[in-house]
């Protein structure tokens, strides 16, 4: 498959076990923050997504935190399986007279059988 | 099968060859964008589409020209082609800019000599 990252920041994580994966951003102006997964050789694929005035939301199997005091964005992850294995991306939302969309450079998550 | 196609897949160039990498969605999408993602630095937003006719920007423009003369269309048009535009392009679409799930293609791999 595509190579998207060959210096990612790596987390193995033994199958089973929950996997938190960080995020630092720096705008404060920001509304939106998005977790999008990415498969090798597959396009990014959204997960979930928080209001900046929100600072938990809870998916099927994922959690998302948001601490805005030290701009600090995780994704948690459940019982993580093998099928979680990717790259996983943040992005934030910013609206500057058109929404856009920053990302970050991204977390390969391995797990381990 | 709701998706987002993008073609070529995989396109090898020279330098100052005119090229054009389509994209498509069959969702009825009003919102469509172009994203290079190049190893460390993430993804990237070249230009994006808040609907027909109407174009904008993102971070990395230089280079890339686009249009938007149908919904379902977003082709992106490297006049000039250069190596440091050699990358991997994803086209996504999402339903409006309230919507932050973005679908993404399959991705397009360019490499310009």
């Known amino acids: 498959g595509e190579s998207v990252g060959l210096h990612l920041p790596t987390l193995s994580v033994q199958e089973g076990d929950n996997s938190i994966i960080n995020c630092a951003y720096s705008?404060?102006?920001?509304?939106?923050f998005i977790w999008y997964k990415q498969e090798s050789g597959k396009g990014p694929q959204f997960i979930i997504d928080i209001r900046s005035n929100m600072d938990k939301r809870q998916g099927q199997r994922v959690t998302v935190l948001l601490n805005k005091t030290v701009k600090h964005l995780s994704l948690q992850i459940a019982a993580t399986q093998p099928g979680d294995s990717a790259v996983y991306f943040c992005a934030e939302r910013r609206f500057s007279g058109t929404y856009k969309y920053i990302f970050g450079t991204g977390t390969r998550l391995k797990v381990l059988a | 099968e709701a998706q987002v196609t993008q073609n070529p897949r995989y396109l090898i160039t020279v330098t100052g060859k005119k090229l054009t990498v389509t994209c498509s969605q069959n969702?009825?999408?009003?919102?469509m964008s172009w994203y290079r993602q190049d190893p460390g630095l993430g993804l990237r937003q070249i230009y994006y589409?808040?609907?027909?006719?109407?174009?904008d920007k993102g971070d990395v423009p230089e280079g890339y020209k686009v249009s938007r003369k149908e919904k379902r269309n977003f082709p992106l048009i490297l006049e000039s082609p250069s190596p440091n535009q050699t990358s991997l392009y994803f086209c996504?679409?999402?339903?409006?800019?309230?919507?932050?799930?973005?679908?993404f293609g399959p991705g397009t791999r360019l490499t310009v000599l």
């Open positions: 996504a679409s999402s339903p409006g800019t309230f919507y932050n799930e973005q679908f």
């Open positions: 705008n404060s102006a920001s509304d939106y």
């Open positions: 589409s808040m609907n027909v006719e109407v174009t």
């Open positions: 969702m009825n999408h009003e919102y």
